[in-house]
């Protein structure tokens, strides 16, 4: 295909068709008629030597190959809009937008509250929207990098994207304040032995491996889609959970909870910005790269 022969607003009808599943409804969407965006499907139709929406009673469908284009679809336009909105100047403290960061609550709290202090103080006009980290992030890397301003994810979970190291982080064990048969320190048999609080997806993936490894086997009892609630889970129970030293030592004060190392020497962990190649050179995201990695300095600065 030769890609300078392409006309890059089909990208934008074929989303819209794919999307909406209704000529008449696509063309109010993205500002065509009807007939233009009746001509746009047919041009589509020759591209692709498909009918992608084929008529099922008194509605359309999408045929297979319009299923796969669905996502990509989404992700082409995602890129594209991203591409044609970089700047080559940016100035923070006069500019107004908006950066879309997908982050885990523990980034967050660890991360995220110093950058919006920063931002509030630096670029009054800048606004922060932190999105959490589905549970597609592994296979889904490059769509969801299109569709954001950047992911705040630690070295080993996702590879082959650009990214900024911002800090160091470790592994504790959370226990309950009056946990009766945890002492001063753990042993891999308790680990073994006690029920386990997890945060139930991928992203500490790392963690959870070692574990593997060491032939222990965690008996979950309880699984949540929160960082932050893991405390909160094992305060008053035996349960026992893998938490992150920097968010432990924010929560212990507001949870009843001690605060133990691990029996095994665990695997570190390294926060890092991730982004999608087409933001590398935009000027917006470049300030957002350099202030995000000025914070996690700072917060490298104390220990985890």
């Known amino acids: 295909m030769n890609l300078a022969r392409l006309d890059l607003n089909l990208v934008v009808a074929l989303r819209a068709l794919l999307e909406e599943r209704n000529v008449t409804k696509a063309g109010q969407r993205v500002g065509l008629s009807q007939p233009a965006m009746s001509a746009a499907l047919a041009r589509l139709r020759r591209h692709f030597d498909d009918e992608l929406l084929s008529r099922e009673g008194s509605q359309y469908e999408l045929t297979a190959l319009g299923q796969v284009l669905l996502d990509r679809t989404a992700t082409a336009y995602d890129v594209l809009e991203r591409l044609f909105t970089s700047q080559a100047d940016f100035d923070p403290a006069t500019e107004t937008r ?16 110093e950058l919006a202090r920063v931002v509030h103080e630096e670029a009054p006009g800048i606004r922060l929207r932190f999105t959490r980290t589905p549970i597609t992030v592994v296979d889904d890397t490059a769509s969801l990098l299109s569709a954001t301003d950047g992911l705040l994810m630690p070295h080993g979970v996702i590879s082959g994207f650009p990214a900024t190291d911002l800090y160091d982080d470790r592994w504790v064990f959370v226990v309950a304040d009056d946990h009766p048969s945890v002492e001063d320190r753990l042993t891999r048999q308790d680990l073994t032995r006690l029920p386990w609080v ?29 960082f932050h609630a893991l405390p909160a889970l094992v305060a008053g129970t035996r349960r026992i959970a893998l938490v992150q030293a920097r968010l432990a030592r924010l929560l212990a004060p507001i949870a009843a909870v001690r605060v133990l190392e691990p029996p095994y020497e665990a695997v570190p962990l390294r926060e890092a910005l991730w982004w999608h190649p087409v933001q590398t050179h935009d000027a917006a995201h470049i300030w957002l790269r350099e202030t995000a990695a000025r914070v996690g300095r700072r917060i490298a600065e104390t220990q985890p």
Do not use: H, K, N
Not at 98 to 108: K, P, T
Not at 198 to 225: F, H, N
């Open 198 to 226: 997890t945060y139930q997806r991928t992203y500490d993936a790392p963690a959870v491996r070692q574990l593997g490894m060491l032939g222990i086997e965690p008996r979950v009892e309880v699984s949540v889609d929160s």
């Open 98 to 113: 908006e950066f879309r960061l997908i982050a885990s609550d523990y980034a967050v709290d660890v991360f995220g509250v």
